[in-house]
């Protein structure tokens, strides 16, 4: 079975600030992907960014970006020039390529950006 | 994401009563995704249906919970005889077809209150 841990249960940051959340995977898989989800105080899930498995470059969608080590089974998750409106949840997610696409979470990280 | 709909947003039932939840899927989506998410933890996966068909339901309790997808209509995830401990965020997601990562996309979450 896969597992998802995010180690920092919590965060802060500047306004303008960078910051990286972490996020580590345990799977016997080859090909899967792996995705970061925002949800904030209005608890919807919003996709943030999204990565496979067999692609070795890393993902980035503007001011969010990853850092994807497969052998090392971690997906980080950068956010540079921090927003108030980054203020967040924010999961990490692994879902198989095969079989059925569901995803497992994370704990999550609450991150806060202070002004 | 605003495309895939869940209704109601919240709902409050007394212990024993039924709950139902429905999810009407993004445009162009056959495949639904339901979550679960207790207080203060990540999102865990219950059932991957498609059109008049449960995918994989590994995730749902044994007892009270069912799923649907008929060819027409939405979604339905029915509680049945509810306990304080079904009060959660029930999530819907979608995405357009299986086995190629396509981005699962989420609604905005349906929050069941047992009393």
């Known amino acids: 079975a896969q597992t998802v841990t995010q180690s920092q249960p919590e965060m802060s940051v500047q306004e303008a600030e960078t910051v990286t959340l972490s996020c580590t995977y345990d799977?016997?898989?080859?090909?899967?992907?792996l995705f970061w989800y925002k949800q904030p105080p209005s608890r919807q899930m919003i996709l943030v960014i999204r990565?496979?498995?067999?692609?070795?470059q890393n993902a980035t969608e503007n001011r969010f970006s990853v850092n994807f080590q497969k052998a090392a089974k971690s997906f980080s998750l950068k956010i540079s020039d921090s927003q108030l409106g980054d203020t967040a949840m924010y999961f990490c997610?692994?879902?198989?390529?095969?079989?059925?696409?569901?995803?497992?979470f994370g704990k999550g990280t609450k991150l806060t950006v202070n002004p | 994401n605003a495309g895939v709909m869940q209704n109601p947003r919240h709902l409050v039932r007394r212990r024993g009563q039924e709950a139902r939840l429905r999810c009407s899927p993004m445009?162009?989506?056959?495949?639904v995704y339901w979550y679960r998410q207790l207080p203060e933890e990540g999102l865990k996966f219950m059932v991957y249906?498609?059109?008049?068909?449960?995918?994989?339901e590994s995730g749902m309790p044994k007892e009270r919970f069912s799923a649907e997808f008929p060819k027409e209509g939405p979604s339905i995830l029915r509680i049945q005889q509810v306990v304080r401990g079904d009060s959660a965020a029930y999530f819907c997601?979608?995405?357009?077809?299986?086995?190629?990562?396509?981005?699962?996309?989420f609604g905005e979450g349906s929050w069941l209150t047992v009393v």
């Open positions: 997601a979608s995405s357009r077809e299986q086995g190629s990562g396509n981005t699962i996309y």
């Open positions: 799977t016997s898989e080859n090909n899967y992907y």
């Open positions: 990565q496979e498995a067999y692609k070795q």
């Open positions: 997610a692994f879902m198989k390529k095969r079989g059925s696409e569901k995803l497992v």
């Open positions: 445009k162009g989506h056959s495949h």
């Open positions: 249906l498609q059109k008049e068909n449960i995918i994989d």
